[in-house]
């Protein structure tokens, strides 16, 4: 079982490597680059909701900080997009800083958590909306210099798919490391009993801020991305309900707490989203959501545990229980 994976890993690693040179067109490319995004963002939301039980319903929140801090860097002071990554990661992360340390001084858990990144998210957008230097309702444009890979430009979609796959490799290194590691068995304890995790002398307030400052900063290097491959972000977009919707589903469909949980979900959603566009020809705005609801139901009802659970079940490790690190 261990050697049929590894094999599986390595045809399925240069099957994506040599991907770009088999689509016949730049829309079928477009597709693969939006599941890598998407799986990226959600991988992100899963260290804090997946792996501490902190489930954000605000994450846009960091996709836009993310995405206005290397724009506006790059249009006002000339910063290359790559370094504005990291900035913009770094204050993500500081408001996840804020967010969570409010939350968990006042003990505010479950739904009421739920409510107050809501309540963040939708107070950033309201602020960018009425903010003339970040263009307000009309957001920013970010002009084509051409292929200038230093600053974050390209006039083919091949480079963009590289650089998703390759922070998606990234995210998901990143994730085997935390899973396995000390601070992730922390994590998990924490998610399944504060009480006893507290009571072993496990800090709630470091780790589950730790968790969050993680997802935050993860996700707002995604948020910097989608900037340079749209070239063009606006508030109502990147700081809406419905990213922080489909983020959260996408996560939980594919099995939440899993590694492979968040690519299994985006991997499904996101071609289902594009065929319903295509097929509806952009009437039944929002359409694409019903659908994931209703798949989010039937996962919700009938296995919880997402894609990755029902991966498990269907290939059971040898010699022990079924996998669980999916």
Known sequence: MKYTAVLLSVVGTMVLIGLPFLVSSDYELHIF???????????????????????????????????????????????????????????????GLVIGYLSIRYEVKGIYFTLITLAFAEILRVLTLNLSFLGGPSGLLIPLKGNVPTLFQFTQKAPFYYISLLLLAMMLIFQCALRNSKTGYLFLAIRENENASQALGISLLRYKLL??????????????FWAQYFMY??????????????????????????????????????????????????????????????????VVMFNPKGLAGLLQNCLPTRGGPKGAHA
């Open 33 to 95: 680059i939006m599941i890598f995004l998407y799986a990226f963002l959600a991988s992100g939301w899963n260290i804090s909701g997946g792996y501490i039980g902190l489930h954000s319903f605000g994450h846009a929140a960091f996709v836009g900080v993310g995405a206005y801090t290397s724009t506006y860097l790059f249009l006002r002071c000339g910063l290359s997009p790559w370094l504005g990554m990291v900035v913009g990661a770094i204050l993500a992360g500081c408001l």
């Open 211 to 224: 968790g969050i400052f993680l997802s935050a900063s993860l996700v707002a290097l995604g948020g910097s």
């Open 233 to 298: 972000i606006e508030p109502q977009t990147i700081f809406g309900l419905w990213l922080s919707m489909e983020i959260l589903i996408f996560a939980v469909v594919g099995g939440e707490g899993m590694i492979l949980g968040p690519v299994l979900g985006a991997a499904l959603l996101v071609p289902c989203s594009e065929f319903l566009r295509m097929f509806l020809g952009g009437g039944y705005q929002g359409m694409h959501l019903v659908v994931y609801g209703l798949i989010l139901i039937v």
